[in-house]
């Protein structure tokens, strides 16, 4: 290895005891290959299992904790106790190859497509659409039914427990319920969920403690918890830097094993409520101030990319897309052949990479999404 490239390979030991072999990740990434019944499928298995040899954790796709909290087709289930063994596939694939397994566990709330869920029954904090076309407006929870969701993220811990997996990543990014509650784009109650900003972080703190109290009482070894969360929206009003600060601070007393942010570009700068003079992430990581890890994401192609975010200072650092082009990408870095690294698609690659059909297809219906050379 390339000496210059070896603060990539540190390890890393996180709060909760789980040791990690090195500050490379793969980020949690739709791929829509389930059965309709929510079981894995063995194409999603094996993709797992392809990309799983070099980095020190993987963080899977997202599983939801209710029916109605499905948030695309092709998605595993994690909202009853019969997927216990098909989430363990998955659990199995990712750690017989070295990587700590972790799963991604949401609630869709609004963003949840009205066909795919019982009754057609889309539910959020407010009714309140999103700005899309072919938006429905969803259905306002009850307190109570806020209430069942908290402990319904409870028992998909439980189950990611029983099924094998090293931890949970909280999924309170990309729109969907948990910053459904948080934003004041989404959530206009005047409860105790909702109509401050220390109430809209009610949910999400719920949340997360739930977690932390089932863990407590169900793992019996080192079993991690992170929260990735989306650092501003759109919308006016919306979720600002002066927001996310507030949940940062706030995560971070909860003594997580890491935060994770969900952003398209790792040196993106703030619309609102930072300056732009600095990233999202390094903004983030300067108010974590070392506490908690905190994983940056985005665009990141090559080791250089990779080192160039890490002297940032975050802990850590997920590889999306560029894992699914380059499934080796640690493991040639490691060995000093990052000049090998691929970093296009030719539409010939699906079977050598090992992505599954459906995956695939997404791809190549998205002109942009992926650098396709021919």
């Known amino acids: 290895m390339n000496t210059i490239y070896a603060p990539l390979f540190e390890p890393l ?15 949690p990434m739709t791929n829509g290959a389930s059965h309709a019944d929510g079981t894995v499928s063995d194409q ?18 997202c599983t939801y904790v209710t029916a109605n909290g499905i948030g695309f087709e092709g998605e595993f289930a994690g909202d009853r106790d019969e997927m ?34 019982p009754n057609g029954d889309v539910v959020s904090a407010s009714a309140v659409a999103a700005e899309r076309n072919g938006a ?58 909702g109509g401050s900003l220390e109430k809209r ?58 935060l994770h942010v969900s952003i398209n570009d790792f040196w993106s700068t703030p619309r609102r409520g930072a300056e732009p003079s600095r990233s999202r992430i ?25 080192l160039k975010a890490m002297q940032t200072g975050v802990a850590l650092l997920a590889i999306g897309r560029e894992l699914i082009m380059e499934p080796d990408w640690v493991e040639k870095i490691e060995q000093g052949k990052e000049a090998e690294i691929v970093t296009t698609l030719s539409k010939k690659d699906q079977k050598r990479l090992v992505i599954p059909d459906s995956l695939w297809r997404l791809i190549m219906g998205a002109p942009g999404w992926f650098p396709v050379v021919d």
């Open 136 to 193: 429905v407006v969803p259905r306002e929870l009850s307190d109570q039914e806020v209430e069942e969701i908290v402990r319904a993220f409870g028992e998909t811990t439980r189950r990611a427990i029983e099924a094998g997996y090293d931890g949970v990543e909280i999924h309170g990014a990309n729109g969907y319920l948990l910053q459904q509650f948080f934003s004041p784009h989404t959530n206009r109650r005047e409860d105790r969920w």
């Open 13 to 27: 030991r996180l709060r909760s005891g789980i040791q990690l072999k090195n500050r490379i990740v793969m980020a």
């Open 282 to 306: 390094e903004w983030i990581n300067e108010r974590v101030g070392g506490k908690v890890p905190v994983i940056g994401v985005g665009s990141i192609l090559t080791a250089d990319d990779a």
């Open 201 to 258: 972080l009610a949910f999400p703190l719920a949340v997360v403690d739930e977690i932390k109290r089932v863990v407590k009482e169900h793992a019996a070894e080192p079993f991690l918890i992170g929260y990735r969360f989306s650092p501003e929206e759109a919308e006016t009003p919306g979720i600002t830097m002066t927001e996310t600060f507030a949940l940062v601070d706030a995560l971070v007393e909860k003594e997580l094993d890491y």
């Open 44 to 61: 999603e298995v094996a993709y797992y299992a392809r990309r799983s040899g070099g980095v020190s954790m993987v963080i899977t796709a």
């Open 84 to 117: 216990i063994p098909s989430l363990g596939r998955v659990a199995t694939a990712i750690k017989e190859k070295g990587a700590k397994a972790v799963l991604q566990i949401f609630h869709a709330g609004r963003m949840a497509p009205p066909d795919l869920v």
